[in-house]
């Protein structure tokens, strides 16, 4: 393909990240190499190899970050990128993650700022070694101030806004916030936007997200003790799923809604178990965060100009139009 009709092309998947998101798919398993030699976009970069640390927060076995690597992995593969993932849920830890990626002189790192202020130096020790970074998923507020390069994902205020107004519409009237990591801003921005936008109730609840069975016996504990409460609000698929059970075990009457998406929670939304979801696009999350280091260094491009978000969600997912997204969750990227 020449030069000026791929990056065309490229925009054009730019512009049309959410399809580009449904439509590729990362067939490499877990085992298969790092760099994810999964099915890509059309085409293939010829530009020089480049290699991109990306550093989450990810806890041990959650699934929601599969969908962000699958994403990261097709970019990748398209952009002769070699991408080299890794994560830890302590802040600290991971901060010293991102330390060894400057030490490896990486071109480019992508990271979750879940804990900002932990972020802090070592984004400034990037910087200064002239290593480019974006945000992603965790750190809205703050990846300006943290002097990363650009920022995608979603506004976790204004999509609990958005959710507490419709929990309005659907006539709740008393809402259990569960939150899975206390202090965690993205988790804690979700259920400060929901008491804004929801007229009712709020309670917050804190569980441990790391301790299933915890999770259904402290949900469970709290609806029983309080029969007001009629919604149920996760702000993770698992927990959505474990609340469900937590339901039938306290004999509660209350409904299930949730942030994010996997592919049990779509089922779960075809069969009427859980009211909706809000999907972030973890997938075109991860995409975008490796496709925007390659654009950087190969035509200085930055989205949102340096001062605004590029926005990946509040998508919302209900009974109407699940059946669309389910084929995509089927093969795990959505």
């Known amino acids: ?45 010829d530009t020089p190899r480049m290699t991109v640390a990306m550093v989450t927060h990810a806890s041990p076995g959650d699934t929601f970050w599969d969908l962000i690597r699958k994403g990261a992995q097709a970019a990748a593969a398209k952009d002769n990128i070699k991408l080299v993932y890794s994560s830890d849920p302590s802040a600290g830890n991971q901060a010293n993650l991102v330390q060894n990626a400057i030490d490896q002189k990486v071109d480019g790192i992508a990271l979750t700022a879940a804990k900002p202020q932990a972020m ?12 480019p970074v974006v945000g992603f998923n965790s750190g809205v507020g703050d990846w300006k101030e943290l002097g990363m390069l650009e920022y995608f ?25 569960v939150i899975q990591e206390q202090g965690q801003v993205a988790l804690e921005a979700r259920c400060a936007g929901l008491k804004k936008g929801f007229s009712g109730k709020t ?31 996760t702000l993770g698929a ?17 409904k299930v809604a949730t942030f994010d998406l996997n592919k049990d929670l779509v089922k779960a939304i075809q069969d009427d178990k859980i009211q909706f979801a809000v999907d972030q696009q973890p997938y075109l999350q991860g995409y975008l965060a490796v496709d925007a280091l390659w654009l950087y260094k190969t035509n200085g491009n930055f989205s949102g100009g340096g001062t605004a978000p590029v926005l990946t969600g509040p998508a919302f997912i209900t009974k109407e139009n699940v059946d669309a997204v389910a084929e995509f969750a089927a093969k795990g990227t959505r």
């Open 238 to 254: 698992p927990i959505a799923l474990t609340a469900v059970q937590s339901l039938g075990d306290a004999g509660s009457k209350a």
């Open 153 to 177: 994902g979603q506004d976790e205020n204004i999509a609990g806004q958005a959710f507490g107004e419709r929990l309005n519409q659907l006539g709740a009237k008393h809402a259990l916030c």
């Open 1 to 45: 393909m020449h030069r000026h009709h791929r990056a065309a092309a490229l925009t054009a998947a730019v512009l049309t990240g959410t399809l580009l998101a449904a439509g590729c798919s990362s067939s490499s398993g877990g085992k298969k190499s790092e760099e994810g030699g999964g099915a890509a976009a059309a085409g293939k970069a």
């Open 120 to 131: 802090k130096a070592v984004v400034a020790k990037a910087k200064a070694a002239g290593i």
């Open 203 to 233: 309670d917050i609840l804190y569980v441990n997200g790391t301790d299933m069975p915890s999770v259904k016996s402290t949900i469970t504990a709290k609806l029983s003790q309080d029969s007001s409460i009629d919604e149920v609000v």
